[in-house]
């Protein structure tokens, strides 16, 4: 966990929830009222985001006292009771949404990881998110990901040169965007992976001859080109099959013998797992 960026995100959430006040509790419930609550799963899954809900209950009330029973990454089932937090009843109440908009979302994206993952489970392949994350969740929805068992790409722009379609065609072609990458990386004196997407078999070609990257991405290839793809490469490169991959063909694309496969679907359009923190 990167903690400066756990205490900036937490910070601006609690910024963007209170306002002036959180008046509801203020006009209903005495300022020097104690309490209890737990965090209660409805929903079967995997939990993820309970380290953030101990740094989030912490930063709003360092007072606040909390008994976890349930760590991230654990099998959870309806009835379940992952943590019990007592202390100051405004505090509690304040931690309250974030905590659950944190972990009902890690949570979902964490189960959705698993259930892809244990499809892989006969094959070599990895699985990759993406960056189609929310928009300052990122670093949450990647830490959500290996949660679940699977592995971060890029965690942005700055990590990995990662040639794409538009690059090739504003570059001039793929062998200006590699040739250009491995300038720039040589000048700024950095040391990053490079990563081409290609298209189709030619372009693949054009790669293999051009070499100096250290990773092809696969991109919407059918099932027999994936294969004759992962056969002309033979393992010079690290490959990776994105587009069009569902639960129910990914087992599918990993026996074609790629070494990772990416999903955009983890992250950006998952459903989240039902929570609730009960008084009690």
């Given at each position: 966990?990167?903690?400066?960026?756990?205490?900036?995100?937490?910070?601006?959430?609690?910024?963007?929830?209170?306002?002036?006040?959180?008046?509801?509790?203020?006009?209903?419930?005495?300022?020097?009222?104690?309490?209890?609550?737990?965090?209660?799963?409805?929903?079967?899954?995997?939990?993820?985001?309970?380290?953030?809900?101990?740094?989030?209950?912490?930063?709003?009330?360092?007072?606040?006292?909390?008994?976890?029973?349930?760590?991230?990454?654990?099998?959870?089932?309806?009835g379940d009771i992952v943590l019990?937090?007592?202390?100051?009843?405004?505090?509690?109440?304040?931690?309250?949404?974030?905590?659950?908009?944190?972990?009902?979302?890690?949570?979902?994206?964490?189960?959705?990881?698993?259930?892809?993952?244990?499809?892989?489970?006969?094959?070599?392949?990895?699985?990759?998110?993406?960056?189609?994350?929310?928009?300052?969740?990122?670093?949450?929805?990647?830490?959500?990901?290996?949660?679940?068992?699977?592995?971060?790409?890029?965690?942005?722009?700055?990590?990995?040169?990662?040639?794409?379609?538009?690059?090739?065609?504003?570059?001039?072609?793929?062998?200006?965007?590699?040739?250009?990458?491995?300038?720039?990386?040589?000048?700024?004196?950095?040391?990053?992976?490079?990563?081409?997407?290609?298209?189709?078999?030619?372009?693949?070609?054009?790669?293999?001859?051009?070499?100096?990257?250290?990773?092809?991405?696969?991109?919407?290839?059918?099932?027999?080109?994936?294969?004759?793809?992962?056969?002309?490469?033979?393992?010079?490169?690290?490959?990776?099959?994105?587009?069009?991959?569902?639960?129910?063909?990914?087992?599918?694309?990993?026996?074609?013998?790629?070494?990772?496969?990416?999903?955009?679907?983890?992250?950006?359009?998952?459903?989240?797992?039902?929570?609730?923190?009960?008084a009690f």
């Amino acid at each position: 966990m990167d903690k400066q960026i756990i205490d900036q995100f937490i910070k601006n959430a609690i910024a963007e929830d209170l306002g002036d006040g959180d008046h509801t509790s203020l006009s209903t419930i005495p300022a020097n009222a104690q309490g209890k609550a737990k965090l209660l799963i409805k929903e079967d899954g995997i939990v993820a985001g309970v380290e953030l809900a101990l740094q989030i209950f912490s930063h709003i009330d360092p007072r606040l006292e909390i008994e976890v029973f349930i760590n991230d990454g654990a099998a959870v089932k309806y009835g379940d009771i992952v943590l019990t937090v007592s202390g100051s009843t405004h505090s509690i109440l304040l931690a309250e949404r974030l905590v659950l908009n944190c972990m009902q979302r890690m949570s979902g994206i964490a189960t959705k990881t698993n259930q892809v993952v244990a499809l892989l489970g006969n094959y070599k392949t990895k699985l990759l998110d993406t960056r189609k994350t929310t928009p300052g969740l990122r670093y949450l929805e990647k830490w959500a990901v290996r949660i679940g068992g699977g592995v971060n790409h890029r965690i942005g722009l700055y990590d990995m040169i990662l040639i794409k379609d538009n690059h090739v065609d504003y570059a001039g072609g793929i062998a200006n965007a590699i040739n250009s990458a491995n300038q720039y990386l040589k000048d700024k004196n950095k040391a990053l992976d490079i990563e081409i997407e290609v298209r189709n078999l030619s372009e693949l070609n054009e790669v293999l001859q051009s070499g100096n990257v250290n990773r092809i991405m696969l991109d919407n290839f059918t099932f027999d080109n994936l294969k004759e793809a992962v056969k002309l490469i033979d393992g010079k490169y690290i490959t990776e099959a994105s587009g069009g991959i569902t639960e129910e063909n990914v087992a599918e694309y990993a026996a074609c013998g790629v070494d990772f496969i990416s999903m955009g679907a983890l992250t950006h359009s998952v459903k989240s797992l039902d929570m609730s923190l009960k008084a009690f």
